[in-house]
C-alpha cells in the first residue's frame, strides 16, 4: 500500500507540531489530526480534524471508531511533540496498532514508577522516595541528603520541579509539587553533579538507533532556582566518545526496561562521578524543536520521518538511520525581564541573522512576562547551525541579541 492510502493518526496540533505535520504531509499521508484547542494551528493541515483533549485517551478513541465506522481506516498513530503516552497507547493498543503496550506507557507517564522499574531492573538512576505521605517528607530528605530534587509523579514542563538546598524550603516546595500533580503525588530524588544529555531514540523491532545527543544548558540555575529553567542545548557533545558512547549504552538499557520496542525514546541523562545515570526517559518524540529540527540539523536524518514510518509498522533500514554528516546546532532561550509587553522589535533581523535555521516567538503585544517557573513561559528561541559547537551557540545568541522588548 503505497503512503497516498495510508492514513495517519496525529495528536497534538500545538505549534511545536506543525513541523511533524508537515513532514507527514509531505510523505504523502491523509493526516487525521487531534488537539483540544479548536485554533491549534496544526488542525488546518488534517484531512479530518477531531476536537478533543489530547489527555482523554477514551474520549479520542470514541471519536476514532466513529470515523473507522464511517469507512476511513487508521494504519499507525503518534503524538506529535505532545506528552500523552496513554492515550497514544490506548488507542494503539485498542485498534492493534504498532506502538507502546498499556504497562509502558504508563511506566513513562509516572515518573515513580519508572524509578520502581528501572531500580529492578539495574539500570543506574538516582536515589528516589516517595513523599506523596507529607508526613515523611524531611526523614526521606534528610536520607537522601541536601541539595536534592522535588517534583510531581505525574506532571510535564518541569511544572513543579524544583532544586531544594535545605530543610527549611522543604514545605513550601512539597505544596508547588503537589499542585502541579494531577494525582497530588510527590517525589524526592538525589541531585546528581554532571553533565546532562538529552537524547532521542528510534527503536525498530527492539533495535535502538539513538540519533539525537545534545549536551544540556543550565546556565541559568543560579538565578532562576529553585526552578530548573533549561536554556537549550547544542551538538556535538563536548564529552569523550567513550563517554557519550556509556551514556547511549544506558539509555538504550532503560527503554528496554521499560518496555519500549516500537517507536521513539527519550532520555534525560546525567554523566556522573559514579558514570552515566538516567534522570527519565519519555516514550514519544521530544519538545523543544530536537527531533523535527535539531536532530536533522545535526545528522542529516529525517528523524520524524523515521519515527512516522515505526508508527506505521515500517522497518528501517540502516542506510536510513545512519549518519549523513555531523554538524554543529544550538538552540538558545530569550532572557527577558518580567513585566507587560507593549512592542516587540527587531524578529526580521534576528531571523535573518547569519547562521539562524528557525527563529520562533511565543509572546505578543500585551503578553505578561513572569519570572519563569517552568520550560511552558520561555518567551522564544533561536536555533543556529555554524561549522563549529561554539560557533553554532554564539550565532544563535547573536540572533536573540536583536530583539527589543518595549514594555508598558
Not at 13 to 40: F, H, P, S
Not at 92 to 119: C, H, R, T, W, Y
Not at 131 to 146: H, M, P, R, W
Not at 182 to 195: A, H
Amino acid at each position: 500500500m503505497s503512503n497516498d492510502h495510508k492514513h495517519l493518526l496525529i495528536i497534538g496540533a500545538g505549534i511545536e507540531a506543525c513541523e511533524g505535520i508537515k513532514i507527514a504531509k509531505a510523505m504523502g499521508l491523509k493526516l487525521i489530526i487531534v488537539d483540544g484547542n479548536a485554533e491549534a494551528p496544526g488542525l488546518s493541515m488534517a484531512d479530518w480534524p477531531i476536537i478533543e483533549s489530547t489527555y482523554h485517551g477514551q474520549g479520542i478513541l470514541k471519536k476514532i471508531q466513529a470515523l473507522i465506522t464511517s469507512g476511513i481506516a487508521v494504519h499507525g498513530i503518534i503524538a506529535m511533540c505532545a506528552d500523552v503516552p496513554l492515550s497514544v497507547a490506548t488507542v494503539s493498543n485498542a485498534l492493534g496498532l504498532p506502538g507502546l503496550s498499556l504497562e509502558s506507557a504508563f511506566l513513562v507517564s509516572d515518573k515513580l514508577a519508572m524509578k520502581i522499574k528501572l531500580q529492578s531492573e539495574g539500570i543506574p538512576i538516582p536515589c528516589f522516595a516517595d513523599v506523596s505521605d507529607k508526613t515523611n517528607l524531611l526523614e526521606q530528605a534528610n536520607t537522601i541528603g541536601f541539595p536534592l530534587i522535588i517534583k510531581p509523579v505525574d506532571s510535564r514542563g518541569a511544572r513543579g520541579v524544583q532544586l531544594i538546598d535545605s530543610a527549611k524550603d522543604l514545605d513550601r516546595a512539597w505544596e508547588l509539587a503537589a499542585k502541579e500533580s494531577p494525582t497530588s503525588r510527590v517525589m524526592l530524588e538525589e541531585y546528581l553533579e554532571g553533565q546532562q544529555f538529552s537524547t532521542e531514540t528510534l527503536v525498530d523491532r527492539g533495535q535502538c538507533y539513538t540519533l539525537g545527543f545534545a549536551d544540556r544548558n543550565y546556565e541559568w540555575l543560579s538565578r532562576s532556582k529553585p526552578f530548573i529553567i533549561e536554556n537549550g542545548g547544542d551538538s556535538p557533545t563536548s564529552v569523550s566518545s567513550e563517554v557519550k558512547a556509556e551514556v547511549i549504552t544506558i539509555v538504550e538499557q532503560a527503554a528496554a526496561a521499560l518496555g519500549i520496542n516500537q517507536g521513539v525514546a527519550k532520555g534525560d541523562m546525567v554523566y556522573t562521578a559514579q558514570g552515566a545515570k538516567v534522570i527519565e526517559i519519555a516514550g514519544r518524540l521530544s519538545g523543544g524543536f530536537f527531533s523535527t529540527t535539531q536532530i536533522p540539523l545535526a545528522t542529516g536524518i529525517n528523524f520524524i520521518e523515521k519515527a512516522i514510518k515505526l508508527a506505521l509498522g515500517e522497518p528501517l533500514t540502516r542506510e536510513e538511520v545512519t549518519v549523513k554528516y555531523q554538524r554543529a546546532v544550538a538552540i538558545r532561550y530569550l532572557d527577558l525581564a518580567p513585566g507587560k509587553v507593549s512592542q516587540i522589535l527587531g524578529e526580521v533581523e534576528a531571523s535573518c541573522a547569519t547562521g539562524v535555521e528557525m527563529l520562533k516567538i511565543f509572546i505578543k503585544e500585551g503578553s505578561v512576562i513572569y519570572p519563569l517557573t517552568n520550560h511552558t513561559q520561555r518567551s522564544g528561541f533561536a536555533i543556529a547551525s555554524a561549522d563549529n559547537k561554539l560557533a553554532a551557540i554564539a550565532k544563535a545568541q547573536a540572533a536573540l541579541l536583536n530583539i527589543r522588548i518595549i514594555y508598558d
